[in-house]
Structure formats: structure tokens, C-alpha cells
């Protein structure tokens, strides 16, 4: 797994090399590596080792396309004639679910389909894309990639253009996938993924319950518990500054009213609009 100061150690250790001499001893069948790393980092390890590597992971999809530079990194692999890998599909199922007008307009198109398969066939378009590896949570997950994959379709114009108009929408959220590597060394354990979700609802004006929602947890797993100690950045693979994540949405959620309040003040209101009609 290609990145960050890991890269650095597999240069001073030799694994490189060692991966070399044992895949020329046929201890190793194929040579390949994953990879979270930036454009920079991945180029100049393509120019040291490309030669040897006969596969590559990457996370690809229509909103890391531009966001995370992964069409440059596409079309460096592919320049090195090296296949490409798919992680991250749908983003961690980020996007399995897209706004209602996106979602609207693709099921004018195709009735019946889900909007994780969209974000499959888009891969399909690809031609240097060999593998697709997706997280499944349930049999009928399972069901509808299969069905998805069991002939190329890739999108029409009309379909990718409201896949990157919906990316576009998206782009001011914070890109977490839910992979959880920073929740392991948290020391206030704390749920960061769900609250990187509620934050990111927030901000894109559908958080109208996020308040209500963190009433029901205790105050030391609300944000502003996160001591900023940034155990939680430095293994995060999308390179988020998680402790400003969380002081920002501390901050906005003391803007916001208490829930218990709004409750009061809405029954308050109500009654004032009974009385006023002699009920």
C-alpha cells in the first residue's frame, strides 16, 4: 500500500526489491500495489518501479474523478500500461444515494435501476479499468452488481452528465468514505465517520435534525469532545483535517437552538394558534 511515510520505509527496507527477487523466483504469481498517494507521489514511483508492477489500485469514481486528481492518476497508469483497479466504487455508498432532483432525471432514463449502478457503469466506460472491487452489505447489493456486471453497458452522454452535475453539488462536502482508520486510535472514541456525516449534512441545508439526533448521545461523543491530538489525520487515507472538521461543526452546532427548546416553542406556538381559533 503506496503512501506517505509508508513509501519512504519500503524504500530504506528494500521491499521493493525483495517483492522483485521473490516474484522472479515465481513466489509471487502477479506484482501489484494499492495506492492512496498523490499525483506526485505515484509518479515518481512509476518512474523507479513501474516496470515491475502488472496492476494498480486506486480509488476511482465520477467525484474523486476531479476532486482527488484521480483522472490524471488514470491516465498515468494507463500510460505505463499498467490495469487499473477500482476501490471505492460509490465512495463508501456515498454515492449509492444522490439529491432528488439527480435521482430524478437518471430514473426518467432507466426506471428500475439503482443509483449505485450508474456509478458502475460509468466505470465501465473506462477501458483501462479491469477490476472492480465493491463493499456489499446485503444479498441484494450483491444481486444488483451482478446484474450490473453481467454485460458492459456503459453510460449514455445524457447519463454521465447528470452524474457530474450531481459530483458537482457534492464537491463542498467533506469527502470521508467511513473507512473507520481513525476511529482505532481516537482517545475519546468517538464516532468520527458519523459525525463527518452529520456535519456534512449540515452543510448541504439537510441537517434540520442533526441537533436532535446528538441529544440522544452522550455530551462526550459530540464533537466537541475531539481533543485535536490529530491521531485521527494522520491515517486518514483522503488526507482530511479532521480535528478542524469537528472544532467547525462544534462551532456550528452552538449556533443552532436547542432541540428541546424548539420542541417548547413549537407547542407554544400552536397553542397560541388553537386558542386564537376558540379551539
Not at 231 to 252: G, M, N, R, S, T
Not at 265 to 275: I, K, P
Request: aromatic letters at 8%.
Amino acid at each position: 500500500n503506496l503512501g506517505d511515510n509508508r513509501t519512504e520505509a519500503f524504500d530504506r527496507f528494500g521491499i521493493w526489491d525483495f517483492l522483485a527477487e521473490q516474484k522472479a523466483k515465481g513466489v509471487i504469481k502477479h506484482l501489484g500495489f494499492s495506492t492512496h498517494a498523490d499525483l506526485p507521489c505515484l509518479t515518481a514511483f512509476l518512474e523507479r518501479y513501474g516496470k515491475e508492477m502488472e496492476f494498480c489500485q486506486i480509488q476511482l469514481n465520477y467525484l474523486d474523478w476531479t476532486i482527488q486528481r484521480a483522472r490524471e492518476k488514470y491516465e498515468l497508469l494507463e500510460k505505463h500500461h499498467i490495469p487499473v483497479w477500482v476501490m471505492e466504487p460509490v465512495r463508501g455508498g456515498k454515492l449509492a444515494a444522490l439529491d432528488a432532483d439527480s435521482e430524478q432525471q437518471l430514473h426518467a432514463l432507466r426506471p428500475n435501476a439503482s443509483i449505485a449502478s450508474f456509478g458502475f457503469r460509468w466505470l465501465q466506460g473506462l477501458d483501462n479499468v479491469h477490476m472492480v472491487l465493491s463493499g456489499m452489505s446485503d444479498m441484494a447489493q450483491m444481486a444488483d452488481n451482478v446484474a450490473t456486471f453481467e454485460r458492459l453497458d456503459p453510460l449514455s452522454p445524457a447519463e454521465e452528465a447528470i452524474l457530474f452535475a450531481a459530483a458537482d453539488k457534492m464537491k463542498n462536502s467533506i469527502p470521508c468514505t467511513a473507512c473507520r482508520y481513525c476511529c482505532d486510535g481516537c482517545p475519546q472514541q468517538l464516532d468520527i465517520p458519523d459525525l463527518l456525516h452529520k456535519y456534512n449534512q449540515l452543510r448541504t441545508g439537510s441537517g434540520s435534525t442533526i441537533k436532535m439526533q446528538l441529544d440522544a448521545v452522550p455530551a462526550n461523543k459530540w464533537p466537541h469532545a475531539c481533543l485535536g491530538c490529530g491521531a485521527c489525520a494522520a491515517v486518514c487515507p483522503q488526507k482530511i483535517a479532521i480535528p478542524d472538521e469537528l472544532a467547525a461543526f462544534a462551532a456550528e452546532l452552538d449556533k443552532l437552538p436547542d432541540w428541546v427548546e424548539v420542541c417548547r416553542q413549537r407547542a407554544e406556538a400552536e397553542a397560541r394558534e388553537r386558542a386564537s381559533r376558540g379551539l
